[in-house]
């Protein structure tokens, strides 16, 4: 591996060596004004339903932007950023979404097996393979980490649940989540009509709650593990919202200050120790704030689209959300290529550059995927046609 070594001093890896940022609270601030502003500087005039394609992309986009900043604090940083919540709130309303985009499809068309594991092939596991091939190697190249047999053969089935794999990716945790929710709906989506299904899926996620607090389930919080289903319920009565009566826009503004301000007395309830309302507070937190989150995020995406504008920025993050997923953590934790040059007053420079080269791989590994899919696709046409 010694032809490879002038390659180590490129990169930084931050598991060895942690970044040291002076003022966190005001990087912070920096980070999100200026998505923010790339934010308002894409909007464009486009017409929108509620909850529609456009809107859950441009909600995607969100997640995985707070997803991204929240672990650069936890895992590049001595100190960690305020609002270190947000990122976990963000995996909530991707598993929200996931849930109510497969019921909304199995309404419109019951399940097909074929058709249901050939997309999830597809779009989930092809990109998970290439990204893993990747990582592995760069772990052998830029790190000489090489990995057991069995690990490997576990994270390829996407079972993420040792801690060598969480050191593999910090983040694959969510994928194995995301594939066993697949499953457990293609089950019930078989067996059932939507409602007894999404009602299955309500006490399947129970279960997993129960074994997480007896760690025999190791993966995700609670409000998590709730997620998919409740994803699964909204698609069931969002018929009735978008058929019923319209929601015009001061309705949703209005919603929108009291969802906040819901948000605010849990948050600041929770901090208030021997509060007789402490225990009360204390579930609200684990379970309704994620969700109060999740309304605030949707509203205010809402409230854009009702006024007319759609974010071709966080559109484009949408469009890339799952192939940022899979690739940012390594590239920003393990493998490094940009921070280490910058300065801690110029670090936003940094960031945003890094944030650049995320996204162009992150096009790179779906052009990459799309263009496996086709060969495998025309392969098997040509398979059957002969």
Sequence with gaps: MAGFGFLNGLFTNYEVVKLHISNPFLLNSLIYCSLLLVTLMT????PSTLLDFSQTEQLKGLAMLFVVVGHFWLHVCNEHGPFLYIG??????????????????NIARRVNAREFVTKRLRKILVPYWVAT????ALDYILLQKHYPLHELLLTFSGINLSEALKFFDYARWFITLLLIYYLAFFFCAKLWSPPSATLALLCFSLVLILFRRTEFFPLGARHQLLAFPLGCLLALIFPSIEHGERINLRRQIVSLAFTALAMLFIFLGRNKNGSSLEKVLFY?????????YCLILALTISVLASTGYTSKFLGLCGYLSYEV???HGPLLVKYNPVLGYFENNAMLVGILLWGSLLFGLAYALKLTTSGINHLCKAAT???TWH
């Design 43 to 46: 909007l464009r005039k486009k």
């Design 325 to 327: 997923y899979l690739i």
């Design 88 to 105: 976990d709130y963000a995996v909530t309303l991707f598993l929200l979404l996931s849930g109510y985009g497969l019921m909304t499809s």
């Design 133 to 136: 091939i990747g990582i592995i």
């Design 284 to 292: 609200l937190d684990g379970y309704i704030l994620p969700y109060l």
């Design 381 to 383: 046409y040509d398979k």
